[in-house]
Structure formats: structure tokens, C-alpha cells
């Protein structure tokens, strides 16, 4: 409430309290990690080690009682109850960018309207994340790659890899209960219902153009409109 912050002296990252500064240097400065026994998940806290042990080895599960949803960690479900049941929206004062948490739209802010980016230095890529910066640098310029083991897919990150295994090889689909639309994410299945069934669009001021995401909206006007 008093707006104290206590800065890391080897990068701009501030923590709230002193616990969370030395955490974030032990972690992101000294290379300390707390390794999983099942799989090669590194955890920055024991804490994190033991959610994870939980949640993907140990099935433990926390279910929405309004929907099939089913949470590794009680946050999120509340954040998917929030969002999807409860249309709990952070919006943008500078845009009508809405996201689902408030550090959604903080990155919002940096990214789009502050200019903030983070530059990879062996090419011009630019990412709003750190994380993503890292992950770029692990997969194009180390040639860190995730493989499938029952074809020649490699991954750039271990949830894309996930993702890849129960659409192709596990057959896991998300079906629309209004047509015959599957979707190999619950996220893709919401979009299609939004778009074609409720009619959600998102036009363009300056034609007739109408996107069936935001997204696909901006990258309309910056190719058209402003010649990006």
C-alpha cells in the first residue's frame, strides 16, 4: 500500500518484500533450481517443486463446479472462474484491450502503449517478455528443440510439445456442442462458438472488415491501413 519496492542490483526487477528480492536473485542470478525426480522440471522454489510433483505426476486436480475445467492450481481455477463465469475483465484506459489478469494488461501497457521490448542481440527479434526473449534465444540461436517421440515434430517449448502429443497422437479433441467443429484446445473451441454462433465480430473503422479475433483486427489495420 505504501508502494516500498526493494531493487535487484544486477537487473530492473524490484520485489515487494525482501523475501521475494532474494528469492529472484538466488533463482534468476545464482542459477538456483530445485529439480524434479520424474521428469526435468526445475522449480525456483521447493514450493513450485512440490505444486508441480502435485499437479502432473500425482494427478491432483482442482474442478470447476460450473464447467469441465479442471485446474493444476487453486489460482487458476479462480482466475478461470473469474474470467469465464464470472466476466471479470481488466481493460486498457488507452485501448479496448481487455485482458483476463491484471499482469495480462500490465505487459499490455509496457508492450503497446510504453514501447517496452526486450532485444535479442543476435538477431531483431524483440519480445515483451524476458521469458519469452530467453525461450527465443534457447530455440533459434541454441537450438534447444523439444522432440516427439512417435514422429519428427521438435518443439520449441515443452507446452507446445504437450499440446502437439494429445492432438495428433492421442486423438484428444474439444467438440462444439452446436455443430461438428473440433478443436484441439478448449480456447480455439470458445472462439469458434463466439464467432460463428453468437455472432461476436470485431470490425474495422475504416472498411468493412470484420475479424473474428482482436488480434486478427490489428494485423488487418497495420497491413492495410497504416502499411506495416
Not at 499490455?108 to 521490448?117: D, T
Not at 532485444?119 to 530467453?134: P, R, Y
Not at 514422429?151 to 510439445?161: E, F, I, N, S, V
Amino acid at each position: 500500500h505504501e508502494g516500498v519496492k526493494f531493487p535487484c542490483d544486477l537487473c530492473d526487477y524490484k520485489a515487494a518484500y525482501k523475501i521475494s528480492l532474494s528469492r529472484h536473485i538466488k533463482s534468476i542470478h545464482e542459477g538456483v533450481k530445485f529439480p524434479c525426480d520424474q521428469c526435468d522440471y526445475k522449480a525456483t522454489q521447493k514450493g513450485g517443486l512440490l505444486s508441480h510433483i502435485r499437479a502432473r505426476h500425482e494427478g491432483v486436480k482442482f474442478p470447476c463446479d460450473q464447467c469441465d475445467y479442471r485446474g493444476t492450481f487453486k489460482g487458476h481455477l479462480l482466475r478461470h472462474i473469474q474470467s469465464i463465469h464470472e466476466g471479470v475483465k481488466f481493460s486498457c484506459d488507452q485501448c479496448n484491450y481487455t485482458a483476463t489478469r491484471k499482469d495480462s494488461l500490465l505487459i499490455h501497457i509496457k508492450s503497446r502503449h510504453e514501447g517496452v521490448k526486450f532485444s535479442c542481440d543476435q538477431c531483431v527479434f524483440k519480445a515483451t517478455l524476458k521469458g519469452s526473449l530467453v525461450t527465443h534465444i534457447k530455440s533459434r540461436h541454441e537450438g534447444v528443440k523439444f522432440p516427439c517421440d512417435q514422429c519428427d515434430y521438435k518443439a520449441t517449448q515443452k507446452g507446445h510439445l504437450l499440446k502437439h502429443i494429445k492432438s495428433i497422437h492421442e486423438g484428444v479433441k474439444f467438440p462444439c456442442d452446436q455443430c461438428d467443429f473440433k478443436a484441439t484446445q478448449k480456447g480455439y473451441v470458445l472462439r469458434h462458438v463466439k464467432s460463428k454462433h453468437e455472432g461476436v465480430k470485431f470490425p474495422c473503422d475504416q472498411c468493412d472488415y470484420k475479424a473474428t479475433r482482436k488480434g486478427n483486427l490489428m494485423t488487418h489495420i497495420k497491413s492495410r491501413h497504416e502499411g506495416v
